[in-house]
């Protein structure tokens, strides 16, 4: 196994372990997240390192923390134009050497929003959906991306990291299913439907229909 640079061998263990039960705990939504939930565990369990050490392509996979902001009175979920990537996704980042991805989202969250993460009844501390992405343009690599789900009022949220997004917007479930995935995440219509079904197992926002 592979440590990363600068992080006791012990507690790069401890930390794969923790990721490892994390993955386990997320079930599958449908084939494609079955897929790259096995995908995940191949990689974790291979030794391969799991953090990036250098941007932005090393080493050419690694963790990464998505957290999806969903507004806790009207149900909607906050997007950001993503200057790099040219698209509309949740905020997040990559999860550093060393660090636990509730951490990281937690840092990313105040750095990119101003603003504590807090968890969502919906999920806790625990992400709700994983997928393994191939970046688009220079330094291209493979992320591998827990997705988590927090809450905000939307009048606390005021600012955001204007270097990293050039727009923030507020849409429903309903509307970002209308949404054309040439301008978004390309797995951001499955994640909202898996959202919306956990949703209404525990009665909580976001509300709406939903169907694979």
């Not at 794969?16 to 705990?25: C, H, S």
């Not at 990313?108 to 959906?129: K, N, Q, Y």
């Not at 970002?176 to 499955?190: F, G, I, N, Q, T």
Request: net charge negative; charged share 25%; proline share 8%.
């Amino acid at each position: 196994m592979v440590s990363s640079p600068g992080v006791p061998a012990s507690s790069d263990s401890r930390l794969r372990a923790r990721v490892i039960g994390l993955v386990n705990g997320i079930a599958p939504w449908d084939d494609l997240e079955r897929a790259h939930l096995r995908l995940a565990g191949e990689w974790l369990s291979s030794g391969a390192p799991v953090h990036r050490t250098r941007k932005p392509d090393v080493p050419e996979t690694h963790l990464v923390s998505y957290f999806v902001v969903l507004e806790a009175e009207r149900g909607e979920l906050l997007l950001v134009a993503h200057r790099k990537a040219g698209l509309w996704l949740p905020p997040g980042g990559h999860v550093e050497p060393g660090e636990d991805p509730w951490a990281a989202v937690e840092r990313e969250c105040r750095e990119e929003l101003g603003v504590p993460a807090v968890a969502s009844d919906i999920t806790g501390e625990h992400p709700l959906f994983l997928t393994v992405t191939r970046t688009r343009g220079q330094g291209e690599h493979t992320d591998v991306s827990l997705w988590y789900v927090i809450t905000a009022d939307a009048r606390t949220l005021t600012s955001y990291d204007e270097e990293e997004f050039t727009a923030i917007r507020w849409l429903t479930p309903e509307q970002v299913l209308a949404e054309s995935l040439d301008s978004m995440d390309p797995h951001l219509h499955r994640f909202t439907r898996k959202l919306m079904q956990a949703a209404r197992a525990t009665g909580s926002p976001p509300r709406g229909r939903t169907s694979h």
